[in-house]
């Protein structure tokens, strides 16, 4: 796993966030970054050390004994027909598990978030990744062309998807009914999405996601505990109200804040990466799963 990260300019921090969000292209991010690296070698250099490693961070292999895969498909009529994506459960469990819905960030299916449903899986749980761009092929092999793909996604459709997914779970042979989610930016925003649209739901746990509409918050009837990075005013403008509305519909919730994080700190692959503050919080969503789930 990565235990350290190479120096990285605090303005290039902002500009990253736009770049993965899709408010800057690759070009202009390079032509911005250029600006305080000495110039476009520079600003290349600095791109390569902001990207994924997955070899490096990878915890659990796909081939690890201890677990079982498969590719599994739900149907998804409000979305694009059917939900596609990666389950993963214990080897020899005895009985039905519980179950956790894994999102993924706006790249898709990647090797880190298969390596995330992989570790849930071996806490206890039948784990699902679901894969919004599977309507367009999938994850391509590399976050540029993700990027791109992810743009071109019916972002109502690819919501639909993954509720999808959460509703499939409640149906699957190896789980027993219980539920839960967590994601991380994109796939926060769509943890708390779930959150409003499964009743079933038992725990939502989004990393540094967008908050759902306000007046869908009174539907949510799990657990909520989110976890936010405190260098992330994107994200953070936006939890007072919705903190207001979860107080206001009785919600139960739980809110960490991790201070010196950017917006990404659980993401072993890159840069962004706050070990500290990601075990942190990893225990705490393991103790909330298992507080709800079993």
């Known amino acids: 796993m990565t235990t350290t990260r190479p120096e990285i300019p605090a303005q290039a921090w ?17 032509e911005q970054a250029a600006t305080f690296t000495g110039g ?39 979305g694009n027909g059917q939900v596609q994506g990666y389950l993963v459960k214990p080897a020899g469990a005895s009985g039905k598990l519980p179950a956790v819905l894994v999102v993924h960030e706006n790249r898709g299916l990647n090797p880190h978030i ?3 449903a992989r570790r849930v899986a071996l806490a206890g749980y039948v784990a699902y990744a679901p894969d919004a761009l ?80 306000a007046e869908d918050v009174p539907r949510i009837k799990a657990r909520v505990l989110v976890h936010h990075a405190a260098n992330d005013e994107r994200i953070n403008a936006a ?16 809110q960490h804040s991790y201070a010196g994080t950017q917006h990404g700190f659980n993401n072993d692959t890159t840069p962004r990466y706050d070990a500290a503050a990601a075990q942190l919080a990893w225990e705490r969503t393991l103790a909330a799963f298992k507080a709800t789930l079993g």
Do not use: M
């Open 239 to 254: 939890w007072p109200a919705y903190e207001a509305a979860l107080k206001a519909a009785g919600v139960r919730y739980e």
């Open 114 to 116: 298969e390596d995330i």
């Open 134 to 213: 599977a309507p367009l092929g999938g994850y391509p092999g590399n976050e540029d062309d993700a990027r791109a793909l992810f743009a071109k996604l019916d972002p109502a459709k690819a919501r639909a998807d993954i509720v999808a997914g959460a509703r499939g779970l409640l149906t699957v042979a190896d789980a027993n009914g219980k539920l839960g989610v967590v994601g991380f930016c994109w796939g926060g925003s769509l943890a708390n999405h779930v959150a409003t649209q499964v009743p079933e739901l038992a725990v939502a746990v989004p990393f540094y996601g967008g908050a759902p509409a």
């Open 14 to 30: 902002p500009l990253f966030d736009r770049y993965v969000h899709g408010d800057l292209s690759r070009r202009g991010f390079l």
């Open 40 to 78: 476009p070698a520079g600003a290349a250099a600095l791109l390569a050390a902001l990207s994924p490693n997955f070899a490096a961070a990878q915890q659990v292999k796909p081939d690890d004994a201890r677990l079982v895969t498969r590719r599994q498909a739900f149907p998804s009529p409000d």
